[in-house]
């Protein structure tokens, strides 16, 4: 009796990036993953954990992080094995990442399905994300590197797009069709007509494939990083061997993310597909983006993190997120961004929220790198 | 040979009042005139004194304020005399401490001048502030209660007014002239209307007067207050005697601001004299004046208040105060108002900065009273 596709998936959490658009909340030593940014009680990173469990089963989820993270890491995943963790010594993006977690995989069990799926996205609907990554794992099987496409509910100008093309006929799957290309971010006219025209998805960044796949694509396009891939595998699973490896390789990998190593290059050959995903998703790439989420969809009103936030609002809407147990007094502000940490304090709007980021950067290179 | 009337002038420092508008910068036991305001690296309170010296002496200035506030008026003020200090058990508004301090050094030394000056106020131009003083203690030493209005420099609706009327002729003073009338903060076409005429002033809430003359005032309108007052004052220079009368007296006595007691009808009864002042002054009333004062009257800019301060702005305009030791981020916020201490912090605007008190009251009524 021939297992089911869904029986040789093992998923990956690649477990990396501050989020620097998210500091002062955010910091080198406490990355997005690892905050609650919903009010759910827990991390991104448990939340992600817990809604691949019913797809790939505890054994079956490796999450690759910073050395720094292990700990944190393991104290919020429990039963995350030794096995099933990967540790980088430095970041070398995402091909690196989700690439020697494949090749390991696929050592250890040639034809092995992997889908990759971001430590600190914000998903709501698990039967309908279980159900796309059903039908993605059924293309994977039938040979695509899949993605999951997120059905646009308004015109976003921050996320990535995935023009759809013909419908692909996978067994087992539904809503499969083949990729054109990927567009990066759009201005608020194109959104507009990407979303009128229903054949754009939002790229999630979820990519699904037989890890051989998956390794021949980057061979094809990359062949030294697949090469020092290939070797560090080899060398992953015996002690004596995987430090000295990680130590000559990992350091000389390019820096390239997948989109461009893989997705975009497999597009361009009719080798990619789109499984619709109808569920909820927010990649919540700045704060912006968090005030929309906590804010439940009512526009004009303050959304407010944090366990203990003693708030006091006049006429005040946009987010609050208080790190601290001081009292924070709003009067008079619309769509502002504070976040009140022990030794920074962020004041902006939800429309400079983008630019948190170079703020990050001045912070840097001026000196004070204490903070972040 | 006569004595001036300068020689008989003793100054009187009112240094109550938390300045609820300025929280969390001002409390309750920080209220605003232990606040270095402007940069200067010492407290208004110390500024005042320091303003009052060359024309009282370090002997002649009495400072009336709150028990609480002992112990840090003496270390801001080495020189003060115990006999110097009036120690309030509450506040009772400035008629009863201005009154009592009027009261005690007219028994002390009778046909004394005094005046009264704001502890928290700021002012530059001591050569005019001490011109404006002379000439009002020899409108004083006339027989006149005495203020001082600030001539315009824009259409401020901060401010009360004064409507000078006709030029009275004192003896070695010059820019005496009657009050009409004291005229509450007008709107922004009526202040403009103010500055145009020429013959309204800023009340800056200064009185000089022969202290026999005051208390004729406080005893035409408010006769049991006046009463109380004696009856304190004559207890006040026997130990034995002063605390028993402070219990029973001044908890009883009627709280109202001296501006309605004497100033008002005074100038009703055309005893109300004012002397033009050229000096700078402002009370500082609220954040916005307080942005307005370190700016250094360039609008757009970003004032920064503390000493230790971090703060990166990008695309910021307003005031921030930094009484903590974070690093503040301030990215594409105007007029903005953000007040950093290590248990509250405050982000309004220019334009809310009056609405802070009502803060301060919800806070208290909210059971916040640990932050104010």
Known sequence: MPTSPLDRFTAIIPAGGVGSRLWPLSRADAPKFLHDLTGSGQTLLRDTWERLVPLAGEDR???????????????????????????????????????????????????????????????????????????????????????????????????????????????????????????????LATAKRYLDDGDYLWNAGMFIARADRLLEEIARTKPELHAGLVELAEAWDDPSTRGPAVDRIWPKLEKIAIDYSVAEPAAAEGRLAVVRGHFQWDDVGDFASLAKLNQAGRSGELAILGEHARVLADQASGIVVSRSKRVISLIGVQDIVVVDTPDALLVTTSEHAQRVKAVVDALRLGGSSDVL
């Open 61 to 187: 989820i490796m999450v690759v992080t910073g050395r720094a993270h292990r700990a944190a890491v393991e104290a919020q995943l429990p039963a995350l094995t030794d096995a099933n963790i990967v540790l980088e010594s430095e970041p070398r993006d995402s091909t690196a990442a989700i690439g020697l977690a494949a090749a390991i995989l696929e050592r250890r069990e040639p034809g092995v399905v992997i889908g990759s799926f971001a430590a600190d996205h914000v998903i709501s609907g698990d039967e309908l994300f279980q159900r796309a990554v059903k039908d993605a794992v059924a293309a994977a099987d039938a040979g695509y590197i899949a993605t999951i496409g997120i059905t646009p509910t308004e015109p976003a100008v921050g996320f990535g797009y995935i023009h759809c093309g013909e419908v692909v006929d996978v067994p087992g799957a539904h809503e499969v069709q083949a990729v054109r290309s990927f567009v990066e971010k759009p201005d």
